[in-house]
């Protein structure tokens, strides 16, 4: 069964713009607090970015960005940032590249330092090596 997402996108002030369904899925899991995840499944059209924008009334709202480190990323951030000039910027270190592939916890770590609430479980032990 779907839900009616439209009630409920309408419902958040803060939204987070990824790239894929699977950055979705991870920055999801992680979060602790109700906001929106929207993804674009990539760089995306002005007609497109110009109804996402609309529809989700993104203007008005805290919108954060997460995106890719590489060229595609790179591409929808731009796109992103001259509809929305508004939006606060997150980045993944460039040596992971991609959301999906930084570890839980730095992401957790970078997604908390713009005061987003993350589940505590994914915090403890960042400063640890991996492997340790």
Do not use: C
């Amino acid at each position: 069964m779907s839900i009616n997402v439209v009630i409920v996108m309408n419902e958040f002030d803060k939204i987070i713009i990824v790239e894929g369904r699977s950055d979705y899925k991870k920055v999801k899991r992680i979060l602790n607090e109700p906001l929106q995840i929207l993804y674009t499944n990539g760089t995306i059209g002005m007609d497109k970015l110009e109804e996402l924008v609309d529809s989700h009334m993104l203007d008005e709202k805290d919108v954060y960005i997460l995106v890719d480190e590489d060229d595609s990323g790179k591409r929808l951030r731009r796109q992103l940032t001259q509809e929305l000039p508004h939006a606060i910027h997150l980045y993944v270190d460039r040596s992971f590249r991609e959301v999906e592939a930084t570890p839980d916890n730095e992401l957790a770590s970078i997604l908390a330092s713009a005061n987003l609430k993350t589940h505590s479980n994914f915090l403890k032990g960042y400063h640890h090596h991996e492997g340790n």
